[in-house]
Every structure is written in C-alpha cells, then in structure tokens.
C-alpha cells in the first residue's frame, strides 16, 4: 500500500534477506574482509555470528551474488535440533544427493563421492549452515568430520557456520569442541549499526526504490530509531515498514516523531497481547477440539472480525453515554429539566470537564484501536499476492 502512496518501486524494508538492499555497515565490510581471507584458504571453517536480525542472512545472499558458481558449488541449510545422524543426511540432501533409507555410512559415502567428483571437474564445495545454536555436540562433531575429506592433499569441503551469539560462546569455551576450533580460520561477530549508520541505512534503502524525499523526516525520527531498535538492521525494518504504512494511512508527506511513538507502542502492544495469549494457552485445560466455523478464502477467521466489532460497538455505546451525559452538563438542567441552581451549576460544570476529558480520551482510544485493526488487515493483505490482488 504505501509504496503506491509515496511512488516507490518496491518495498524497501522487506524483513526477506535481499542483497540488491545490502548495506556495508563497519562490521559487514569486517565482516566480508574475513570472508574472502577464509574462502581464499579453501577449508576449514568460517563462523559469523550476530543477533536475531543483525544481517547475517543478507550477508550470505550478497556473498553468493559474488562468487563463480562454475568454481565454487554451494549448498546452504538452516538447521534445527539436528543431532550426528539427522545432519548428514541433511547435508547429502542439501548438496542434491538422494541416500536411500536413513543409512548413515551410505550418507557419508555418498557426499564422499560428490565432492571428489566436484573436485575432478575443478570446482570447490562450500557448506553454509545457518542457525547453528540449534545444533548438538554430535551434529557439530559430524561437520568437523565431514572437513576431514580430502582428495590426495587437497581439502574437499569447508564450512561456513551461522548463529547467534550463544554459538559463539559454545564455540570459544565448550571443552568438546576443541577439534572444532583449531579448525576455525576466521570468525567475526557482527555487530548492530550505530546512530550514524541507521540513517545511512535508511536512506540506502529507499534510494533503492526512488525515493525522492516523500516522505521527509522529522528532525530527531532517526535518531530515535535508532534509539528504538537498538540498530539492529531487522527491527530497523520491522518499524519503518509500520511507519510508511501509517504514513500513508494518514496521507503525510512528513514522519513525525509522534508517529512513530504510535507505531512503536501499537507494536510493543502487539507483543504483550501476544505473550498473554501464549501464557493463556499454556494455562487453559486442554479443551475437545472443535469443528471450525467456515470461513471464505481470502478471508479473516470470523471469531477475529466479531470480536473487532464488539469491541468497536462497546466503545461507540460509551462515546454515546458521555455525550448524553455532556449534552446535559451543558444546557444547564438537571434530567427532569428544571434550571440547576448555582451550586448544581458548579457541580454540572466539573462533570463538563471531567465528561470532556473523558470523551477525547475514548476517541483517541479508538482512533488508535480502528488505526491498529487498519494495519493488521492491510498486512494480512500483503501476505498472500491473490489477496492483494483482490
């Protein structure tokens, strides 16, 4: 929606790794530096690591744009618990190899096999995997193993590895992981943007789209942003997307810091709606399962949309009270219409105040509740190219 609003040429804070968006913060450039120094050794293991949304992803993605597939064979796979057995065969099948049955030795056999004959043919092998905090021991023992493949003196795989920051510590003091790091030939954590560098990723980012300075930017949303986010490139994303959506809700050629207050606490609500409804349904008895309700494709669930309504019809109904209640405050009558005397005048005009008061906090209460219902529907919208079509 608000890329057709401001004439963008495409969403410019996608939350989907994507290298034409790469941004060379300081540590992405260290972080590419250690790259070629580890790739132009040809083994052993290169570990990145970074918080949840730091651009390790996208780091990969500009990698892979900038290697010779003719020299280089890649095959990537994100992980999850895999223990010694399960990431074998999810490295044979990652480098399109098919193990029948869920043999082991016939696995290992089999990747043997491609990389010598990927080494023959004059081409390298890389192993990306990422998400390697969810690794066990053995699964971390079988990738060491598997960098042990050689064709005369010639390594035959090398590896590089993705995770957080918890795989870094687990890497540099867990004591069966010895082997491991002496085979490690680079390693580097990234690190978040600073204040600096959040703007320039903004801007660098909408550049890539045409922005044409609609819309401009408050004096200090940067900053604040940046304040906001930590600088972590995903959450950086996560709000400006809200942002320019709001943006273009309200028509505005220029963000404000107040507007992105509001997006910053309609999100922070998200999350606390969302942590009780986790906690509720840990809490709640295990209830016999239901038959669903039946809903039209492309639509929202109906028990969603009643409870928007209710909740929109119980707030108009107390909108409609204070205005009652005000309307008579301010004729100067009580409710049988005879004239208030001085001391109920006074008294009347305190509940004028108080109803006032009253009634512009329930509007700005549901301006914010149709504003955030607003959000949801658009980016359900987004979500799926047939719904956005319709």
Known sequence: MYEQFYGFSGRPFQLTPDPQFYFESTSHKKAMSYLGYGLAQGEGFIVITGEVGAGKSTLVAHLMERIDPAALTVAQIVTSALDGAEVVHVVAQAFGLHVEGQDKAGALGAIERFLQDEARAGRRCLLVVDECQNLELTALEELRMLSNFQLGAHPLLQSLLLGQPEFRRMVAHHPGLEQLRQRIIASHHLEAL?????????????????????????????????????????????????????GAIEECDTLSLAMLDDVIAEMAADQNRGARGASDLRSAPAAAPQPAAPVAQGSLPATEVAALLAERDARTAELEAAISELQAAGMGQGADGEALSPEEARIAEARFATALERIEARLEEQEQSFRHVLTMLIEWLEEDSSREAA
Do not use: C, K
């Not at 930590?230 to 942002?243: A, T």
């Open 194 to 246: 600073d204040a600096g560098e959040v703007e320039h990723y903004v801007r660098h980012r909408l550049g890539h789209v045409g922005w044409d300075n609609r819309p401009m930017f408050d004096a200090g949303l940067l900053e604040s942003l940046y304040r906001h986010t930590g600088g972590i490139p995903r959450r950086v994303n996560q709000v400006m997307n809200r942002l320019l959506l709001l």
